[in-house]
């Protein structure tokens, strides 16, 4: 049974790497006692997909991944979030039905809040960067909150790379990233969900 959690990574574990989410997601499930579904083929691995990827030290609120499993007792939440590391947490479990379509068709819109350490205005900055990539931006205090099309293809990274290639940053320590959620953008709701 497919089921997608929503859950998100605070303190030290923003600082996990995508490449280790499916060790670490399939390791707390095996301590919390759930039976994965394997991949085919010569090295079998839990079947388990996430959303585009962040990079280290982004903090993320509302990030899915659709985990397989045998059987799923209704207290999956709490057995999962007692097995992972600090700093995650799940929030919630959705269960999609066998036609639902993957995570890669379903995350084409991310919303994210940034803000630079000397409080350079970043709006120009990202509107000149990703262009009509950019659906919405709004400045909140000292952050910027916008919503960007396909993260797949324009990742957050490759922006704060060229802030630092521009010279307008040092380095990402100057940077504070949050992505809000991942998903398809409502125009009505004027936000970012699955």
């Known amino acids: 049974m497919r089921t997608r959690f929503i859950y998100s990574k605070r303190s030290g574990a923003c600082f996990v790497p995508h490449i280790a989410l499916a060790q670490m997601f399939s390791r707390s499930a095996s301590r919390a006692g759930l039976k994965s579904i394997m991949t085919q083929g010569f090295s079998q691995r839990a079947k388990i997909s996430f959303a585009p990827e962040l990079p280290a030290g982004v903090v993320a609120l509302n990030e899915p991944v659709d985990m ?3 059987t799923v007792p209704e207290n999956i939440i709490d057995l999962m979030n007692n097995s992972l590391p600090e700093g995650f947490n799940i929030s919630r479990a959705i269960f999609p039905d066998e036609n639902s379509p993957a995570l890669g068709k379903l995350c084409k819109h991310a919303e994210y809040l940034i803000r630079n350490t000397d409080n350079i ?3 120009d900055y990202a509107q ?4 009509d990539s950019i659906l919405k931006t709004e400045n909140i205090n000292e952050w910027l909150k916008f919503i960007l099309k396909d993260p797949a293809q324009n990742p957050i990274g490759s922006f704060v790379k060229f802030m630092i290639n521009e010279k ?3 380095g990402w320590h100057e940077m504070n990233i949050v992505r809000i959620s991942i998903g398809l953008y409502d125009d009505r709701k004027g ?3 699955l």
């Open 168 to 170: 307008i940053i040092l």
């Open 191 to 193: 936000c970012v969900s």
């Open 68 to 70: 397989f499993f045998e």
């Open 128 to 131: 000149n960067f990703f262009g």
């Open 121 to 123: 205005k970043l709006n």
